[in-house]
């Protein structure tokens, strides 16, 4: 593990491969699995297969992450657009 972000409900980490791996509370899809289930240990976010992740954030119910190219991801509650993607939805 090369970094760690903890949220109030949830904690994010980097791996030195650039893995995210995440766990806690589930509720509004903030830990990246597409589910809201609760997480009880550490477990690999597949969306960023493939990709290698630089920084992560983890906010109070959602989370952000910067990949080696520069682009920025976000996801988790949507509300009142804290994910940037232009609406309110999770």
Not at 33 to 48: C, R, T
Request: net charge negative; with cysteine; charged share 15%.
């Amino acid at each position: 593990v090369v970094a760690v972000s903890a949220g109030v409900y949830h904690s994010l980490a980097i791996t030195a491969d650039g893995a995210v791996w995440s766990w806690g509370d589930g509720a509004a899809g903030m830990l990246g699995h597409g589910d809201e289930q609760i997480q009880l240990l550490p477990k690999k976010v597949e969306a960023f297969a493939g990709r290698c992740v630089v920084a992560v954030s983890a906010g109070l119910l959602h989370s952000h992450a910067i990949t080696a190219d520069g682009s920025a991801w976000s996801w988790g509650d949507g509300y009142p657009g804290k994910l940037g993607h232009g609406d309110e939805q999770n």
